[in-house]
């Protein structure tokens, strides 16, 4: 019953088909002859007449002639006398064949009137499937009856397809839409296909000599059956072709057999495709076929190598089919010579876990990547598909060397997938040809693929010494290219300069940090960052000065932090706190890790033999000058061996002393040396004052000052150490002041130096004085009253000598001082020291300074008198 009902609907599907066709037909009669009674292409019935009796040919000169003279005797007998010009109807224009008539396909029409026909020949293929299934379950029929029953349905199918249009009544539909025809073929070829596979496999009513001539058969049955009806029967055989396993529910179970089956229906394939120049049916076989490899690959529990083999031959036939469509359209045929290699590719590498990375998968892979090298060798429109080969072959690796396959067979893969790439492209990489350059860059992935999935996932594996000799053994390879394109003219030689450099700088790295201990690591990286920039002068590229930024850059940060100890030190004297020899870093230590760095990096950062951006030489010059300075500050920590308290207020200020006067020592030798140029001595003249300035405010008046924290001053009263401090810091700033490079290139700073000179020449006097009564140690809480006279008798002393050096040499600013301090002398005496004195010394005090101010103030008149006389 269920049969008969199948049966009535492929009745009712056909006279629907046929019904839809017709209708179809007459839609496009009646718009054609709408458009041409539009447009004014329809001549009338005498026109149509006369144009029927028109000659098609002319067979002599006699008989055109004969035809000339009856058809103008018709057109004056039918024209009456008064019309001597009868209007003739023009002739109906005609199309040129060449021009292919436009047309778009509205939803209605692709919907309704082309997608049912495709969908009833996938429907007639399943039917004819599900029904040999349907018997099989219900136990109706028997084997042999089954298969002879869907081969009879299958060559029914054909049939219509190839005779169904001499059918009575029905026969028009065939002829007015093929695609029915191409439907009913494609459908009886899918289950031609599905019936020798259920006949072979699940019944065993043929072996396999008689199997593998009936799918040759059929094979050629499809192929004939495709160049009659076009590409549509091509496709319903390949979508039948390949789901008849698969409907048959077989798969894994069988491997050999099927692949058996997949190889003769893909070489069908392969071959209609390569005859009728269709690339679309070679990319839609070529991933048929790997979506069913796939599919074993990831079920099939036996046969795995026998999968291998089928997948290398299956995608080396892809690619030579593909690589026969030369002048197709551009995108399909790129796709055709990359995605059947890609897929391959990637098959192999699935299958390489099944196979637990034995030999044999390794082989499968390297012998197809052997394949595609050969055609790459041949036309280098492959290469790309080398790119793809390495690429893929990163996952395998990193999966083997992270899993529990040998290390012995891993190291023996990398090795073999690395030379089996670098030979061939290095070999090509040195011709003179024009795409050397890309056979550079797939060298260079040779070398860098393998070592970094063994690297990334193995290295706890291997020792750090035998990682480093890797690492060397692969520095040459990269240089050799390296050096080779030294003079790169192109984009793409300047790329591979670059990449090439920076391998060769990434594995001379790896090497000398896995060789050398840890301590070296910021030596290393600067090392490497000289190097690249030293090949940057050799190469005059801007893109080999970016690459030696890079670790430069990192170089900088390794430098600061190997130098964390300094730093720590740095901001616990910043707080105040009183440092130990004991607690600073050691001096071994601290040369291997900020020495050596500090002074690379000045190096590469000031010598004319390394190119470097102008940033990255700043930056290298600070932390090269820093690291510099920190380890002199730690040699000269040495010297005084301050490691207690008690000898921080002996030689504590001593220490600071010499320190921060050899920095401003330091800084006007460097500007003498600069002369009146703005050079890197300039540069590091001013840094060094500076620094020696901030010491002093900072440390000597500030944190660690002798007023309030305990600290030997020594014991003569004028050649101490607060006021030879005080006072050499006054010459600096006064000498910075008159020197010519600062003059011209801060014109605001020597007024500043100036200033702050005078301010230390006072504090000079003070603590001059306060040496001079406290004794040794100033940190005392009183002040007695001679104290405070003395304080300004020496502010008095200042003012005056200051006032006459200025009046002497024309300098305005030490009059202006002395002025302004003898203000603040006589505002002292006045309001504070007045106030403290009593009888004699109270006379004598105001008198000494009346005097004072008499003397000065005429002085003073003389000179302002002289200087105006000339005006």
Request: aromatic share 8%; net charge neutral; proline share 5%.
């Amino acid at each position: 019953m269920e049969g008969l009902l199948l049966l009535i609907a492929l009745v009712l599907a056909v006279w629907l088909l046929n019904l839809n066709g017709r209708i179809k037909i007459l839609e496009e009669r009646i718009s054609t002859l709408v458009d041409r009674m539009n447009a004014g292409a329809v001549p009338p019935v005498a026109a149509q007449r006369d144009r029927a009796e028109t000659p098609i040919e002319t067979s002599t000169p006699h008989t055109a002639k004969a035809y000339a003279s009856r058809k103008t005797a018709r057109i004056t007998a039918d024209v009456p006398a008064e019309e001597p010009n009868p209007v003739i109807e023009p002739p109906t224009p005609t199309r040129d064949a060449s021009e292919k008539p436009s047309r778009n396909w509205s939803f209605e029409e692709l919907v309704g009137g082309k997608l049912p026909i495709w969908v009833g020949g996938i429907s007639l293929v399943f039917a004819g499937f599900f029904l040999v299934r349907y018997t099989i379950e219900a136990g109706l029929l028997g084997p042999g009856t089954r298969s002879v029953l869907a081969t009879l349905f299958a060559l029914l199918l054909i049939a219509g397809s190839q005779w169904g249009g001499r059918l009575p009544k029905i026969g028009e539909s065939f002829s007015a839409d093929p695609r029915i025809a191409q439907s009913l073929a494609g459908a009886g070829v899918a289950i031609l296909y599905g019936t020798l596979y259920m006949a072979a496999e699940i019944y065993g009513l043929i072996g396999l000599p008689v199997t593998f001539t009936l799918l040759i058969a059929t094979t050629i049955l499809a192929f004939a059956l495709a160049l009659r009806h076009g590409p549509p029967t091509a496709l319903m055989g390949l979508v039948g072709g390949f789901a008849a396993p698969w409907v048959a529910g077989l798969g894994a179970n069988n491997v050999p057999a099927l692949l058996l089956y997949l190889g003769v229906f893909l070489a069908g394939l392969f071959g209609l495709a390569l005859w009728r120049r269709w690339l679309w049916l070679l990319l839609l076989a070529s991933g048929g076929g790997a979506v069913w490899t796939i599919g074993l690959i990831a079920t099939a529990e036996s046969a795995l190598p026998l999968i291998g083999l089928f997948v290398i031959v299956a995608g080396s036939a892809a690619v030579l089919v593909g690589d026969r469509f030369a002048n197709s359209d551009p995108r399909l045929e790129a796709m055709a010579r990359y995605a059947p290699m890609g897929l391959a590719l990637v098959q192999l590498a699935t299958l390489l876990p099944r196979l637990e990375f034995s030999w044999i998968g390794w082989a499968f892979y390297g012998a197809l990547s052997a394949g595609a090298i050969a055609l790459a060798l041949r036309d280098e429109r492959h290469l790309p598909n080398l790119f793809g080969a390495l690429l893929v072959c990163l996952m395998p690796l990193a999966a083997g060397w992270e899993g529990s396959a040998p290390r012995g067979m891993m190291a023996g893969a990398s090795i073999g997938i690395g030379l089996l790439f670098a030979i061939p492209a290095h070999a090509r990489a040195i011709e003179d040809r024009a795409g050397r350059a890309y056979w550079a860059m797939l060298a260079l992935m040779a070398q860098a693929i393998p070592f970094v999935a063994a690297f990334s996932v193995a290295k706890s594996d291997f020792s750090d010494l035998g990682w480093g000799i890797t690492s060397a053994l692969l520095v040459l390879p990269a240089s050799c290219i390296a050096w080779r394109w030294r003079q790169a003219a192109s984009r793409i030689d300047q790329v591979t300069q670059v990449a090439s450099a920076a391998l060769a700088a990434a594995f001379a790295w790896l090497a000398l940090t896995h060789i050398l201990p840890n301590d070296y690591f910021a030596t290393v990286t600067l090392a490497i960052a000289a190097a690249l920039a030293a090949w940057a002068t050799r190469t005059s590229g801007e893109g080999m000065q970016k690459l030696a930024a890079v670790p430069a850059g990192f170089g900088v940060f390794a430098l600061l932090v190997g130098s964390w100890q300094f730093l720590d030190t740095l901001f616990e004297a910043l707080g105040g706190d009183q440092l130990m020899l004991s607690e600073l870093p050691e001096l071994g230590d601290a040369a291997k890790l900020t020495l050596l760095p500090a002074g690379l990096a000045l190096a590469t950062a000031l010598l004319p033999h390394f190119a470097l951006g102008r940033i990255m030489r700043k930056a290298l010059v600070v932390a090269g000058g820093a690291g510099l300075l920190a380890f002199v500050w730690l040699v000269a920590k040495q010297i005084a061996h301050i490691d207690s308290p008690s000898q921080f207020i002996t030689l504590g200020l001593a220490e600071r002393v010499v320190m921060t006067q050899a920095l401003f020592l330091a800084g006007w030798l460097a500007l003498r040396q600069a002369g009146e140029s703005a050079s890197i001595y300039a540069k590091a003249g001013l840094a060094a004052t500076a620094l020696a300035l901030l010491r002093l405010v900072w440390f000597d008046l500030g944190v660690f000052n002798p007023l309030y924290v305990p600290q030997a001053l020594g014991p003569a009263p004028i050649a101490n150490l607060g006021t030879v401090h005080l006072g050499l810091a006054a010459f600096w700033l006064w000498q910075l002041a008159r020197n010519p490079i600062v003059k011209n290139t801060y014109p605001h700073l020597p007024k500043t130096a100036e200033i702050g000179s005078l301010i230390l020449m006072a504090l000079a006097a003070l603590v001059t004085v306060r040496q001079l009564v406290q004794g040794n140690l100033i940190s005392g809480a009183t002040i007695d009253v001679g104290e405070n006279y003395l304080y300004s008798a020496a502010l008095l002393a200042l003012a005056i000598i200051w006032l006459a050096a200025g009046i002497k040499g024309g300098l305005s600013i030490l009059r202006l001082a002395g002025l302004a301090l003898l203000t603040v002398v006589t505002l002292k005496v006045f309001l504070i020291d007045a106030s403290a004195l009593e009888g004699v010394l109270r006379i004598l005090s105001f008198m000494g300074l009346g005097i004072a101010l008499i003397g000065i103030g005429w002085a003073y008149g003389r000179v302002m008198r002289a200087g105006a006389a000339p005006e």
